[in-house]
Structures are given as C-alpha cells and as structure tokens.
T-cell receptor
Framework: SQTIHQWPATLVQPVGSPLSLECTVE??????LYWYRQAAGRGLQLLFY??????ISSEVPQNLSASRPQDRQFILSSKKLLLSDSGFYLC????????????FGSGTQLSVL | DAKTTQPTSMDCAEGRAANLPCNHS???????VYWYRQIHSQGPQYIIH???NNETNEMASLIITEDRKSSTLILPHATLRDTAVYYC?????????????FGTGTSLTVIP
C-alpha cells in the first residue's frame, strides 16, 4: 500500500531563517506531487506541483521554492522566512491518471515569529 | 482560484442525513467533481468523486444535477466524527495529472 510521510509536524522559526520541509511517498512510482498551504481560517492554496524529477510548476509568486531531487521526494524551501509564511503546509500525491484522487500527508504547522 | 461555491457553515443533528450543496456553474465537460473533508489539524481526506452520474460509496453519496452546474454530498447518517470542513472541488485536468483548487469549504457541525 502507498503511504506519504511529511515532517516535521510542527515547526517554530524566526523571521529571516531558512526553511526545509520534506515529503516522501512510498509504495508507488512516478507520482504527481503537490505542496499546499493553509493560512489560519483560509482554504488550501496550491503552491507547487511536480509531474516528474526536476519538474516544478509554481502556482503563485512567493518567498518559497520547491524541488524534487528523487522520484518520490518533494522538498519545500525558503532562504529567508517571512511572517506571512506561517501556516499549515500539506504535501499530497496522486497517480498520473486523469481522474485520480489526491492523498494528503499529515501536515506541518509552521509558525514564523 | 477555486471554481466552486459552498455555504460557509452548516449544522446537522446526529443520526440525520447531512446534505452539503456545491455550485460549480463553470464546470467543463471533462472535469470531475471531488469531495474531500478535513478534520482539524489533519490533511484532507478523499470522500467521493463523480462526472455525470450519481455515485455512492461506504462514506457518502454524490448527487450531480443533469446540467452538472451543482452537486450535493449526502452523509446518510451523520455522526459526531463527521464534524469537519468539507471541500467541493472541480478537478482541472493536466496531461499527466490533476490540479485541485480548494476553496474555504463548508464547516459542518454535527450536534448531539
């Protein structure tokens, strides 16, 4: 069976510090991978998606970047965090077929202080 | 941007059916309707999806209108554990996968 791992569960970082969130998927190959963010009281915002190694598409201009160094690894990064980067970050994957559903990780609650 | 409209919140009595509406008037012919739910501080969980026909699984039923401009998610016998935010999403197809745009959803509270 397929599983998705996302860590850490919670993170408190000072403004201006770097960020690295990691997500890995097991039990499948060549998944589509996604990063979402949920600000307090808001819906989920799609940040990045990837259809293959080294292929990253960005949905919104921001202070964040994403990378996919391996088939089942997706990393969200920032060189210098802003207060507005606080939120609940979710990694998700889907199979590469037309109507396939998303499977979400358990999320990382990031607080930038 | 989300392509659906949902009520902000709803209440439902425990044991009763919860009917959650969703408008997606700009849906295109190849787009599916998906429903997810998110319990506080967890990742969203897939519930059901459909294209034209009504669908039913062990969790819920999905009723899609004939013109496909709206749908209703039905939880037949709501329990306290069904309290969550429910998202209605129209899937935008890519060549190799789907992008899903979540709105703010409907916050369902099941009342004892």
């Amino acid at each position: 069976s397929q599983t998705i791992h996302q860590w850490p569960a919670t993170l408190v970082q000072p403004v201006g510090s770097p960020l690295s969130l990691e997500c890995t998927v097991e039990g499948t190959s060549n998944p589509n991978l996604y990063w979402y963010r949920q600000a307090a009281g808001r819906g989920l915002q799609l940040l990045f998606y990837s259809v293959g190694i080294g292929q990253i598409s960005s949905e919104v201009p921001q202070n964040l970047s994403a990378s996919r160094p391996q088939d089942r690894q997706f990393i969200l990064s920032s060189k210098k965090l802003l207060l507005s980067d606080s939120g609940f970050y979710l990694c998700a994957w889907s199979r590469t077929v037309r109507d396939e559903k998303l499977f979400f990780g358990s999320g990382t609650q990031l607080s930038v202080l | 941007d989300a392509k659906t409209t949902q009520p902000t919140s709803m209440d439902c009595a425990e044991g009763r059916a919860a009917n959650l509406p969703c408008n997606h008037s700009t849906i295109s012919g190849n787009e599916y309707v998906y429903w997810y739910r998110q319990i506080h501080s967890q990742g969203p969980q897939y519930i059901i999806h459909g294209l034209k026909n009504n669908e039913t699984n062990e969790m819920a039923s999905l009723i899609i209108t004939e013109d496909r401009k709206s749908s209703t998610l039905i939880l037949p016998h709501a329990t306290l554990r069904d309290t969550a935010v429910y998202y209605c999403i129209v899937g935008e197809r890519l060549n190799t996968g789907n992008q899903f745009y979540f709105g703010t959803g409907t916050s369902l509270t099941v009342i004892p």
